[in-house]
């Protein structure tokens, strides 16, 4: 089993300079350094800011013009080596930031990261920035500069870590930094525990993992074992679990904020946490397995921004619980056609055993709804292959019962670049989770053609009145690209969004 400390994503020093780039650049040492200036859409020569970085290391901005010829594309980079002696820096890394809103410093941002990775320093001289520009920035050079672990024989070469040292020139405000910081840092986390072998993390191991995490940051942690949730009636978990030789677990982490009252806003945020997913009796095909580590990356995100909660101190209290089972095949196996019991006494005709994230998440949800008393409840998982043939790699459907809700989170998403389509819970497809033989089918027993908004329908039975959201990130949370702000594998899509819709909640 891997360390704990394994999973803490490596990270840079941060600081801030608010002095000329001339007198930031003469305390530092220019050995390995690395200078970055943006691009903007107007050019080089648009901004005095931009001529007085270059002319700091000696390069004339219409000489540079004419020889590169750098793009102005957001995250486009045109790096310039310097010939050692008394120059103030040993490379100039020009970043195209477009219109420089946050989406395009957000890559600019990833860009720098990228190409500071494994350097000892980098200045970044992006001046007069708004607050959300700063966070966009700072949140891009982080995840750029993300490398996902990896497990290696002595011998191998290691993966590449993070620029040493980030210095920011300008006006920055330090809480927007530390936001942003908080943020990449559940993303990155959450990336860490999605890409761990299977063999390696099963339902014990991320309860251990949740455990210690949620320790170190201060939070409340709670472990159901297999044993507590027989006796507590927790069926959908047990069902899904039966085939593994892991058995399931429950988590449930608090964030309590300093002052809380119990008229303090209280969220529960509930992760999908299955550590592998074979498809059950209903098996996968053996290619529709490769990415199914991955399949616990709603409990990762739920996780990371729990551990960001504490950290950040959002004053909203929040309790996050992961839904923890492997979905295997054995003789022990749950089946299509069986009937089950959840948490609460409702009883779910298996349609499919390859539809085991719904099942797990409805144990959590009922439970939340009948104990924690939420004024919010928001669940996020890779539950569907509809939502990714819908919405592909960029953007999640979000499903509420509540027009409030949706705007805010949308709102989140659109701050963050962690973008949500408002997807309808339309009522006219509910009879296909009609059952002849128990109070409801868990899959569209009459097909309706569309796989995403029965599974949130079928959520939807267990929240009660409660206010709900639920977020699809089956299309977001993996990626097949190693570009930008992404590598491949987990994304921790949700983590930025969701801790920027808690701090704009309180």
């Known amino acids: 089993m891997p360390a704990p400390e394994l999973l803490v994503p490596a990270s840079s020093t941060w600081s801030v300079r608010s002095e000329p780039i001339a007198d930031v650049l003469a305390d530092l040492d220019p050995t390995d350094l690395v200078l970055a200036v943006p691009v903007p859409r107007d050019g080089l020569a648009s901004g005095e800011a931009v001529a007085a970085s270059l002319q700091v290391v000696g390069l004339d901005v219409a000489e540079v013009q004419a020889a590169h010829e750098p793009s102005s594309e957001p995250g486009a980079t045109t790096r310039i080596a310097l010939v050692p002696g008394d120059r103030a820096a040993r490379t100039v890394l020009l970043v195209g ?29 992006f001046p007069g920035l708004a607050p959300r520009g700063q966070s966009a920035l700072v949140e891009g050079i982080a995840l750029g500069g993300y490398s996902s672990p990896r497990w290696l024989g002595a011998d191998a070469k290691p993966t590449t870590p993070p620029v040493a040292e980030v210095t920011l020139v300008g006006d920055h405000d330090d809480d927007v930094r530390r936001s942003a910081l908080a943020r990449a840092r559940a993303t990155m986390l959450a990336r860490n525990l999605a890409v761990v072998p299977s063999n390696t993390k099963n339902p014990a191991w991320m309860a251990a993992q949740a455990r210690t ?13 297999d044993r507590d949730l027989k006796a507590q009636g927790f069926g959908g978990l047990l069902a899904v679990g039966s085939g593994s030789a892991t058995p399931p677990r429950l988590v449930e982490l608090t964030h309590t904020p300093e002052g809380a009252t119990a008229d303090t806003l209280h969220v529960v945020l509930v992760g999908k946490g299955i550590t592998f997913d074979t498809g059950g009796l209903d098996i ?7 990415a199914m580590k991955t399949d616990m990356s709603g409990s990762a995100v739920v996780l990371a921004v729990l551990a960001a909660c504490a950290e950040l101190d959002v004053p909203v209290r929040v309790t996050g619980l992961l839904a923890l089972a492997e979905n295997a095949v054995s003789g022990s196996s749950y089946r299509p056609s069986d009937v089950i019991t959840m948490y609460g006494g409702r009883t779910v005709e298996i349609g499919n055993t390859d539809a085991e994230g719904r099942i797990v998440m409805a144990d959590a949800l ?8 939420p004024d919010v409840l928001l669940d996020i ?3 569907t292959g509809a939502a990714r043939v819908a919405l592909g790699r960029s953007m999640a459907p979000v499903y509420a019962n509540d027009e409030a809700l949706t705007e805010a989170l949308v709102a989140a998403g659109q701050a963050t670049g962690e973008l949500l389509w408002p997807f309808p819970l339309v009522e006219d497809y509910r009879f296909a989770l009609d059952s002849v033989v128990a109070d409801i089918n868990h899959i569209a027993g009459t097909p309706v053609g569309a796989g995403s908004i029965t599974a949130a329908l079928f959520l939807r039975e267990f929240v009660g009145e409660r206010r709900w959201a639920h977020l699809d990130i089956a299309g977001v949370g993996r990626s097949d690209v190693d ?16 801790l920027t819709w808690l701090e704009e909640m309180a």
Do not use: N
């Open 381 to 383: 998982a890779t539950l």
């Open 366 to 373: 009922a439970y939340a709804d009948a104990h924690l008393g």
């Open 97 to 125: 930031v477009g219109d420089a809103d946050p989406a395009a410093l957000r890559a600019a941002g990833a860009a720098v990261g990228r190409a500071a990775r494994g350097c000892s320093h980098v200045v970044v001289a």
């Open 213 to 225: 995490i949620g320790r170190r940051a201060g939070l409340g942690v709670k472990v159901w074992t």
């Open 284 to 290: 996968k095909p053996a290619e529709g397995m490769l």
């Open 483 to 498: 570009r930008g702000l992404f590598t491949k594998g987990g994304t921790g899509f949700g983590a930025r969004l969701l």
